[in-house]
């Protein structure tokens, strides 16, 4: 089974733009989360999807948003970027069974330099 | 706030002796406590992971040892190898719905482990 597939890996960006990330989870997982990697904050939670619904999110301004697709596949987007912004995004899935507790297995990320 | 504290913060041990992370939690409502193991340029792996309702989990040289009047949980590496170099996260999933996703998942700040030869 194929795993958490990231697009793309690498990405450099200047402040004030805007980028999109994708995440496409394993098959057969209906829920995708977004968690952003840094060296000071370490891994800190952006949102969940599930049933392309918005379920969980954390504290991040709203310029970080994110959608889920009927297939379960996810983009997340910041806008106006900033320095800060530059991190590992990573995304991972899980199958969310009825009891609610499920592994999260992780992309490779996508790691984002903004200049 | 951090919801679950991890340490050390690096460690560096020798070529067969044990690894020993730890990690405290407050939320008593956590129900599931897993261990991702993270190489450069790699996302996090499951490693292994513990529910409360036992004390202790084993998976080949791993172990997850769970005191939960303590609130406090720990990965124990046997015989470490020098390919276990990387950064270990212990994590806990934040209070849900019952019968919801699994939503956020709080991790440890990380150990960055070095097995020497």
């Known amino acids: 089974k194929a795993g958490v597939t990231q697009t793309p890996r690498y990405l450099i960006k200047t402040r004030g733009q805007q980028v999109t990330l994708s995440c496409s989870p394993i098959?057969?997982?209906?829920?995708v989360s977004w968690y952003q990697q840094t060296p000071g904050q370490g891994l800190q939670f952006l949102f969940e999807y599930f049933s392309e619904t918005q379920r969980n999110k954390g504290n991040f301004p709203g310029r970080f948003s994110g959608r889920q697709f009927s297939n379960s596949r996810s983009e997340m987007n910041v806008s106006t970027l900033e320095l800060g912004d530059s991190a590992l995004y990573l995304c991972?899935?899980?199958?969310?069974?009825?009891?609610?507790?499920?592994?999260?297995?992780f992309g490779p990320g996508t790691r984002l330099l903004v200049l | 706030q951090q919801q679950v504290k991890q340490s050390p913060q690096s460690l560096i041990v020798q070529k067969g002796g044990i690894s020993i992370i730890n990690c405290a939690y407050e939320n008593t409502a956590f129900d599931y406590f897993p261990w991702y193991q993270q190489f450069p340029g790699k996302g996090p792996a499951l490693l292994i992971a513990?529910?409360?309702?036992?004390s202790e989990k084993k998976e080949g040289r791993f172990t997850i040892s769970f005191n939960k009047s303590a609130k406090q949980f720990s990965l124990h590496i046997m015989d470490s190898q020098p390919g276990d170099s990387a950064t270990y996260f212990c994590a806990a999933p934040g209070t849900r719905d019952r019968g919801s996703t699994l939503g956020r998942l709080y991790f440890g700040r990380g150990t960055q482990l070095t097995v020497w030869p």
């Open positions: 991972a899935s899980s199958y969310a069974s009825i009891s609610g507790q499920e592994t999260q297995y």
């Open positions: 098959s057969g997982h209906r829920s």
């Open positions: 513990i529910r409360p309702d036992v």
